[in-house]
């Protein structure tokens, strides 16, 4: 299940986080960098937290059985 296209309207629509490249400290920033900080955030999150969730939580099925 991914929340991707979730957290996209979130920041892109309702917050409109692309209006901050327009701020100096912003200008090296895009969609384009916002996407593979997003990409990446997915990546490790699928990588390493996924992984030890479902570890958890066969651990507890397993338990109360």
Same mark, same amino acid.
């Given at each position: ?10 920041? &892109? ?35 390493? &937290? ?16």
């Amino acid at each position: 299940m991914s929340l991707r296209p979730t957290i996209d309207f979130l920041l &892109y629509d309702w917050l409109g986080a692309p209006s901050l490249s327009e701020r100096e400290r912003f200008a090296d920033h895009s969609r384009e960098t916002f996407d593979a900080v997003l990409d990446t955030c997915e990546r490790i999150a699928r990588e390493k &937290y996924a992984p030890a969730w479902w570890t958890r939580k066969s651990r507890a099925s397993t338990a109360s059985a």
